[in-house]
């Protein structure tokens, strides 16, 4: 049989578009009509999805500072913006608990960055979440990781509102064991953060009990300067409540720091340190123990002092020790501190012509033999600029000065 012969083209044109027609003509209205409702339903409310892709796409370009000539990808990000900031922090976070070293490092360096120049986030950072990651980094083996989480936790104390959140999240144990073994950057970051948590009166007794009095002790002999300064005003401010006076003291304290004396790099910041423990009475006993009135009295006298507030400070350690003590007048008039006494008064600072005018009082009541008068130390102490817990001595206005250093 004969295969049959195909139409030609113009013939199967003129069936197909008869038919076309005439499906046209009963199926058009309800086809137009589904697709303008879909179209209009589309204009009206759109899909959830494309929200959440330009949502993704925005934020994505935006982090990763992407620049697009696509129109659409514009009208995009406009359209749908995004809190930076919360996304920024959960990726912190992330990467603070990530298993992965060089993560870690990247999380420590950017909460390190952020932390000192933004100080509106550094309230905002210091959740119990992040705290609790980034306290296993601070004694990390990683240097890197480890000098970075001590400067970042330093940055975030300098918040008065967190000081007392750092303490509670138990970093004192953690930063005790940087001081003890850290590399040397990482030991000064640990005793910058003690520092700056000191200076919160609700942190000084749990920083003493958690047991930082003696690392820090150690630290006043590290090979580091920044070390060795932020340890003594450490120091300082925990030693202004009396339980941490009476820990020092009995931890052995006194003789080191009055060798430390010897030092000219260290003697005003040691200086500090003994004004508070002469206030109680184990401390006023150790330094008279140690020598202490025959050393001030010779540091004095020898014009070894390189600064009118270090030998205010003299005068000021001095003066608590006078307070109540006759031991004290025996052991002065020994070392002829009366001459010394009299040139302070004629030639030192305000605040220290006071104090040795009341020392050369009580002293000369005994020398030229009249009956010894009752003093009213207390009075004596307030008229002094002086209380039993607090001295206003020469380097007080300094005291706080590392809470306003970021690292």
């Known amino acids: 049989m004969e295969h049959p012969r195909p139409p030609d083209y113009s013939s199967v044109e003129r069936i197909v578009r008869a038919e076309m027609a005439s499906r046209d003509k009963n199926r058009e209205p309800h086809l137009r009509v589904s697709e303008k409702e879909l179209l209009k339903g589309v204009a009206d409310n759109p899909p959830v999805i494309f929200s959440h892709a330009a949502t993704e796409l925005g934020h994505r370009l935006n982090h990763f500072n992407f620049n697009s000539s696509s129109s659409e990808e514009s009208v995009i990000i406009t359209a749908s913006p995004m809190p930076q900031f919360p996304k920024r922090k959960s990726n912190l976070v992330a990467k603070l608990k990530s298993p992965e070293v060089f993560e870690q490092e990247e999380a420590v360096i950017s909460l390190r960055s952020i932390t000192r120049t933004r100080e509106e986030t ?31 936790l330093v940055n975030l104390s300098l918040e008065k509102s967190n000081k007392v959140k750092i303490v509670r999240s138990g970093f004192v144990p953690c930063l005790i064991d940087v001081l003890k073994g850290g590399c040397t950057e ?12 000191a200076l919160d009166d609700d942190n000084k007794m749990a920083i003493g009990v958690l047991g930082a009095l003696q690392p820090l002790m150690y630290a006043l002999r590290s090979e580091s300067e920044r070390t060795r300064h ?45 004004c508070n423990l002469a206030v109680c009475p184990e401390g006023q006993t150790a330094m008279l123990d140690a020598n202490a009135v025959e050393t001030l009295l010779g540091m ?16 000021a350690a001095l003066y608590a020790l006078s307070h109540g003590s006759w031991r004290f007048k025996g052991l002065a008039m020994e070392a002829n501190a009366i001459e010394v006494l009299k040139e302070v008064e004629e030639k030192g600072s305000r605040r220290a012509k006071e104090k040795a005018k009341r020392m050369l009082q009580m002293m000369r009541a005994g020398v030229d033999g009249e009956e010894d008068e009752e003093v009213d130390w207390d009075r004596g102490l307030e008229s002094g600029g002086l209380s039993r817990t607090r001295y206003r001595v020469g380097g007080g206005r300094n005291m706080n000065a590392a809470n306003s250093t970021t690292f």
Request: net charge positive.
């Open 122 to 152: 550094r309230a905002s950072l210091c959740t119990p979440r992040l705290l609790s990651f980034l306290r296993s980094l601070i004694v990390s083996r990683y240097a890197v990781v480890q000098t970075n989480a001590g400067a970042s």
């Open 186 to 197: 990482s030991q000064e970051h640990a005793a910058g953060a003690l520092f700056s948590l």
């Open 230 to 274: 932020d340890s003594s005003l450490a120091l300082y401010h925990l030693t202004l409540i009396e339980s941490n006076r009476v820990k020092l003291v009995k931890l052995g304290a006194v003789p080191t720091l009055m060798t430390m004396m010897n030092s000219r790099s260290s003697a005003n910041r040691v200086l500090l340190i003994l």
């Open 300 to 315: 004095l006298r020898g014009n070894e002092l390189d600064s009118e507030s270090t030998r205010e400070n003299c005068i």
